[in-house]
C-alpha cells in the first residue's frame, strides 16, 4: 500500500491546517482541556481520512482480452441497456460504478487497446448517483479499442465534492488492462458502455473493487450478423437425413450427386429381314436349289 501522488499537495495542506488549528487552541485556551481534546480528535480523524483517500494499493493483474475489469473501487449503481450518444451512436449495456469518499479513487483501464477518441467535457457539479450526472456533470469520456476490434467506452465523472479529474491517457496511447488512466478527488463515478450481448457478472448494490473485480465478460464471435446468416444457410455438400421405409423401418440415406445417365445409341441391324417363303422352307430342311 502506497500514497498516490495525486494526493500529496492534499496531505500536505492537512498537515498544515492540524498545526495552524491546534497551535491557535493551545495559545488562545491553554487551560480549555475539553476543546483541546476534540480538536486533537478532530485532527487525527481528519488526517486519517486523507490519507486513506489516497491510498493506492499495489495489484498484480493478468491480463484476459475477454473480460471487462472494474476501473474503480466502489459500488455498482446502475446496469441498463441505454443509448450512447457521443462516439459509439448505438446502443450499449450501461455499468456505473459509485465511488464514495472512503473508497480508492484510482481508475484503471477495464481492457487493453489503443485509445481511439478522448475528450475532456466541463459541466456541473451533481452528486454522482444523480441520473443526468453522466451527461451534465464535469467529465472526461475515453474510448479503447481491443486487438478483436471490440470498442469499451468509460467515463470518468465527477460529484458533489470531487471538483478534479485528473487523466493521464489521449488517443493514440496504447493501453494495458488494470493500468492506471487517471483519479477522481472525493467521490465521484465512472460509467462503462459495453457491447450487446456482453455477458454481466455484477449485480446492482453490488460492492466491486477496481482491477480485480471482473465486471463482465466480451462476446469472443466478432462476425457480423450477414455473415452469421450466410454461414446458417450455406450449401451442404452431404446431409444425412433420415427416412421411413414403407414397412416403419428407419433408415439412413446419405443424399449426394447422382451421375448423369450416358447416352446410348441404337445400333441398327443391317442384315436383310427373313421373307415369310424362306422362313418357310427352312422350316421344312429345303431351299429352292434342292428341287
Known amino acids: ?88 451512436k448505438d446502443k450499449r449495456i450501461q455499468i456505473s460504478v459509485f465511488m464514495s469518499p472512503v473508497n480508492v479513487h484510482v481508475n484503471r483501464n ?39 476490434g471490440v470498442q469499451i467506452l468509460f467515463r470518468q465523472i465527477a460529484g458533489a465534492l470531487a471538483r478534479r479529474i485528473v487523466w493521464y491517457v489521449k488517443e493514440g496511447d496504447v493501453v494495458e488492462q488494470g493500468q492506471q488512466f487517471g483519479f477522481i478527488k472525493f467521490g465521484s463515478r465512472v460509467d462503462l458502455f459495453l457491447p450487446l450481448g456482453t455477458k454481466i457478472n455484477v449485480s446492482l448494490n453490488e460492492v466491486v473493487k477496481g482491477g480485480r473485480t471482473v465486471l463482465a465478460e466480451l462476446v469472443t464471435n466478432t462476425n457480423t450478423k450477414e455473415e452469421i446468416i450466410a454461414e446458417d444457410f450455406a450449401p451442404v455438400e452431404q446431409k444425412n437425413l433420415p427416412l421411413v421405409e414403407e414397412h416403419g423401418k428407419p433408415t439412413l440415406v446419405i443424399e449426394h450427386d447422382v451421375p448423369k445417365p450416358k447416352k446410348t445409341v441404337k445400333k441398327t441391324s443391317t442384315t436383310a429381314k427373313s421373307t415369310p417363303a424362306t422362313t418357310d422352307k427352312k422350316r421344312n430342311g429345303k431351299t429352292t436349289g434342292d428341287n
Open 110 to 148: 477495464p481492457i487493453s487497446g489503443v485509445v481511439k477518441y478522448f475528450k475532456y467535457h466541463p459541466g456541473k457539479y451533481l452528486v454522482a448517483w444523480h441520473p443526468k450526472s453522466s451527461t451534465e456533470n464535469e467529465r472526461t469520456t475515453v474510448v479503447t479499442e481491443n486487438s478483436a
Open 1 to 88: 500500500m502506497t500514497i498516490h501522488k495525486e494526493g500529496y499537495t492534499s496531505i500536505a495542506l492537512c498537515i498544515l491546517f492540524i498545526f495552524v488549528l491546534n497551535a491557535f487552541i493551545q495559545f488562545y485556551f491553554p487551560d480549555a482541556f475539553v476543546i483541546k481534546w476534540i480538536v486533537y480528535i478532530f485532527s487525527v480523524l481528519l488526517f486519517v481520512i486523507i490519507l486513506q483517500f489516497f491510498r493506492s494499493p499495489g495489484l498484480t493483474i493478468s491480463s484476459d482480452e475477454t473480460q471487462v475489469l472494474c476501473p474503480a473501487d466502489g459500488k455498482v449503481v446502475v446496469i441498463e441497456e441505454t443509448e450512447e450518444t457521443e462516439f459509439l
